[in-house]
């Protein structure tokens, strides 16, 4: 019994100093391994040279914490844009008629608005009797009439008007004189040109004229005097021959005055 209890007693005794001898171990083990982790940090932090080449030092344990906090916690940054106010509400009648004045501006530009133009009726041209007289030879048409003259029958284009010697023989409207000749057959002649592509003839005339081409003359204006040039009718008694042409065709002078034959 004896020695089982001194046996025990000696186990427990080196228990203990075995224990003891691992716990001196372990805290020797751990400042070792944090002594080498420090020099290693610190090599590394001399061979970087962080704060010397970037002036930057390294962060301490406050400034780590705020750098979490912040990663964490989103800032929330305002808004510079400012929201746009709504419109007023606009009420139906000026909706109504602000559509309707612009439909009356785009109406107005569509449709100019032109001046009135004043119309002036054109009155009608009254024509003026180149002689009064009676009618000694009429106008024939297309039918043959025996000249007295040449004794033979032959188209009459105009109508002989008798006159005294040395009568006044009158424009029959406004013109411009085209030609005065002598022509072989009808002798002294001034041809008027009018509008509308009427022309007048005024034959048989005496040899005093006055007028020459390009003159303007008023219906009533003096043209020439009767006389008795036209070889073709020198046989008749003293006339007026005149002849009218409505573009370029002979028509009847005596179907411009009043009571005129068509």
């Known amino acids: 019994m004896k020695k089982e209890s001194k046996f025990l007693k000696k ?27 420090r020099n290693a940090a610190e090599e590394v932090k001399e061979g970087l040279d962080i704060e010397s080449s970037l ?39 000026e909706v109504k008629q602000e559509a309707k004045e612009e439909k009356t501006e785009k109406a107005s530009e569509k449709k100019p608005v032109t001046e009135p133009v004043a119309v002036v009726e054109e009155k009608e041209v009254v024509y003026t009797m ?10 024939s048409g297309d039918e043959l009439v025996k000249s007295r003259t040449l004794d033979d029958w ?49 034959a048989n005339l005496a040899d005093d004229i006055k007028l020459k081409a390009g003159d303007n003359v008023k219906g009533g ?8 040039s036209a070889l073709a009718e020198c046989m008749e008694e003293a006339h007026l021959h005149l002849e009218v042409k409505k573009d370029g065709k002979n028509i009847d002078p005596l179907s411009l005055f009043p009571g005129g034959e068509e």
């Open 11 to 37: 186990l427990v005794q080196n228990g203990f100093y075995i224990v003891l001898f691992l716990c001196i171990s372990a805290i020797g083990i751990s400042g070792y391994v944090m002594y080498v982790s």
């Open 55 to 93: 002036n930057i030092p390294f962060p301490t344990a406050d400034e780590e914490i705020y750098k979490t906090m912040q990663e964490e916690v989103p800032v929330e940054i305002e808004d510079d844009v400012e929201e746009k106010e709504e419109p007023a509400p606009v009420e139906e009648k």
């Open 130 to 139: 180149a002689l009064s007289g009676a009618i000694t030879a009429p106008f």
């Open 154 to 202: 032959r188209i009459h284009s105009g109508v002989d008007i008798k006159g005294e010697f040395g009568t006044d023989v009158l424009a029959i409207s406004d013109g411009t004189v085209k030609s005065v000749a002598t022509d072989s057959m009808m002798g002294n002649t001034v041809t008027v040109e009018h509008k509308d592509g009427l022309t007048s003839i005024y």
């Open 221 to 228: 204006d003096v043209v020439g005097k009767v006389g008795n």
